[in-house]
């Protein structure tokens, strides 16, 4: 499978934008919207006008079209051809590339069953739900023997339930194949999920790449911080797993209880909007919950950003403007604060 | 009265008035010159000349309407807004001016260096296949066109990162999406040709038994006062244009969700 380059793109939103793929890497796209995720993507595929220069190892493609770069693309709608059935669409590339009948009858077996539609084979796409509609149109993108694989918000169009167990077995699934992979996402948990490394776009340009772990301890610009929306980073000091696939997390003398993936970390992530303030003691377990004061307060357009002193640590909480005013909040009150749990993000760095 | 109600009775009103308008017709109607005239040589051959030129004519104008929706669909191009402009010019001009205006081109040295080396369309069969593409080409681009906007790009968009080329994804996907489309188009152009009457006579003539299609004989026999021989050809051309579109509406009405 091959290395993309992309380099000095122009066109559309990009602007003069560089980028490198590993051979066999998944790279998320990360941005808010208008950044020029899907633009990269379909300059990868030689569907827009740019300038500049796209390279598959080494190999100039400029200059060749679509139908000749070898590129499967999922896009966000999935456009599942609606006058074929799920076995016609995965076979549809490789009729076209000219395949043997028994080749294409194996490959579109072997999918069917890797991505657990076989059931589905008679079906037309009006017939299939979101999530089988997902599953068929990844099958058909790599169907024809594609080197690359670029997918647009690949699980856009599930639940978030659904979304989390996809992206997980989307991810093995990709690696088993051992195909360079770009797809663009719009949540960096999502991103961070899937991919072997993150590109955090803003207004056509990219501002960081890097693995999961650094871009969300170490962010390079003031726009990835503003992206990842400034986590509080916490060294772990201690941890301790507890029988109940939990694990307790010190940091200084603040004790937090977070879900055990089975890894070991060094640093915890704790996104401001994910730690709620009130004024008054909060009922319910005193899990994850902690009292603090506040020590600097930074009012933004529709948030307002409050510093607060806890056991040590000194963490970001971001709460709405409304929400503020009603508490009447001033520096130096103290405060009790919420740390959502499933929200928390560990590393090994 | 609601507006489901209203809207219904007035669709119904419409019917009724195309109803009684061939209602009427059978004021007229006498068995014995019905089948008189159907039986004679020149009703049967106005019949098969009808057919057989809206036939050909609808097959030509599609084949060359086809690309062109396509190009208009597609791209944007230098002159694409003139060419959709022009595509009007049957609608607004009508069938008569637009058969003078091919007679006024058979009279230039072109035309008829034309006329002279090449085929001959003034007072010939050829005349009566001019006259229907003219009058009936445009509408079938814009038919063909409308059909073809409703398919997204992004399905030929797949079909190329799939490794179809444009003319593969348009031959294996477009064209099965609006096939239906088409067939619809193809089917209101084919019985635009059929009652062709303006472009007709003045290109073609009026001969007997040569290029008299059944519009023409229609007005041949209203002109020489002959009201029954008239029924019965206005009958035919009703009875043979309504049940042909209604079969093939019946033939093509399995539709494909897009």
Known sequence: MPKIEVKNITGKVLKDLSLSVGDREILALVGPNGAGKTTLLNVIAGLTDYSGEVLFDGVNMDHVPPHRRGVGYLFQDLALFPHMNVAANIAYGLKIRKYAPAVISERVDELMDALHIAKLRDRFPYNLSGGEKQRVAIARAIAPFQKILLLDEPTANLDAQTAKYFRSELSVFLRRLEITTVFVIHDLLGAEEMADRIAIMHQGSIEQVAAPGDILFRPRTRVVSEFIGMPNILNCDECTVLSTGLVEVRSGSMRLVLPYEGTAMSKLAISPHDIYISDSKPPGPALNRYTGTITEIIPLRTVVRVKVLVDGNELLAELSRETFDEMKLTAGSNVHLIVKLRRLRYFEV | MNFKKLSISVSFAVFALYGALILSLFYYYDGAVFLETLRSSRTLFSIRLSLFTATVSTIIAVIVAI???????????????????????????????????????????????????????????????LAQFITTVGIAIRLIKAAMDEIPVRYEEVARTLGASPARAFMTVTLPLCKRGIIASSILTWAKALGEFGATITIAGSMAMKTETIPVAIFMRLASADIEGTVVLVLMLIGIGLGILYGVRLLTGRAVPV
């Open chain 2, 67 to 129: 690309p062109s929706a396509y190009a208009l669909s597609r791209f944007r191009f230098f002159g694409r807004q003139l060419i959709d402009t022009m595509l009007e010019l049957p609608m607004i001009v009508s069938p008569v001016a637009l058969g003078a205006v091919v007679l006024v081109f058979f009279n230039t040295p072109t035309g008829t260096f034309i006329q002279d080396h090449g085929i001959r369309f003034i007072f010939t069969v050829y005349g009566i296949f």
